[in-house]
């Protein structure tokens, strides 16, 4: 079995650098996603992490450490629409379903 | 906007009755994948299906049951609902190859409310 965990919510200030991190427990690991969801809406695809290290995309990067079973998700000069649900999720070797965690909610305030 | 399509949007039912949820994956597409996201569970796997054939089974109780089509569009059956049921379905697909890492594109959701 798989066991995610990353923080319920967090609250940052417009402009800031939030780091969301995610420790997981796995029988088997392939790799890890990270997904943005808005309130009621569709998860959004955001990184794919397989090796270790950190992985840069624009204002977000995702950071792996396959030995420590943890990763982060980095988003910088945050913005008011950056305001959603962070999950982080692991595929198992062999199999192609995701499993999450809970997600992190985070806000971003003036 | 994904390019997975997801009907009806909204399902408003009662205990016992039986629906069913539909799903196209994006063109070209040939996994699709069924979740559950409740308030207190998270977002929880149901079924995977590849080019019309099951491939892995989550968390999907016995009153659930899902295919998919030549056509490559998947249903998923949620009968005798009960009121825990009442949850949003979210479909997936990913690209035609089985490696792991196939990001997935999700739907726009159904969200089913069982009174």
């Known amino acids: 079995g798989q066991n995610i965990d990353q923080p319920t919510e967090m609250t940052a200030t417009e402009g800031a650098i939030v780091q969301i991190n995610c420790t997981y427990q796995?029988?088997?690991?392939?790799?890890l996603f990270w997904y943005q969801q808005h309130a009621g809406e569709a998860p959004t695809f955001l990184s794919y992490n397989v090796l270790d290290g950190l992985e840069e995309k624009g204002r977000f990067s995702s950071f792996l450490s396959r030995s420590k079973g943890y990763s982060y998700l980095l988003l910088k000069e945050l913005q008011m629409k950056d305001s959603a649900s962070y999950l982080c999720a692991c595929s198992g070797a062999g199999s192609y379903q995701l499993t999450f965690g809970k997600g992190t909610k985070l806000s971003v305030i003036p | 906007d994904s390019g997975v399509t997801q009907t009806p949007k909204h399902l408003i039912t009662a205990t016992g009755q039986r629906v069913t949820l539909r799903c196209s994956p994006r063109s070209g597409d040939l996994s699709v994948y069924w979740y559950q996201q409740s308030l207190d569970q998270g977002l929880q796997f149901l079924i995977h299906y590849y080019n019309g054939e099951e491939r892995a089974k989550g968390n999907i109780l016995e009153r659930f049951s899902a295919q998919q089509f030549p056509d490559l569009h998947s249903e998923l059956n949620l009968s005798s609902l009960e009121l825990g049921d009442s949850a949003l379905y979210f479909c997936?697909?990913?690209?035609?190859?089985?490696?792991?890492?196939?990001?997935?594109?999700f739907g726009p959701g159904t969200r089913l409310t069982v009174l």
């Open positions: 796995t029988s088997g690991f392939n790799g």
């Open positions: 997936a697909s990913s690209g035609q190859g089985l490696a792991g890492g196939n990001e997935q594109f």
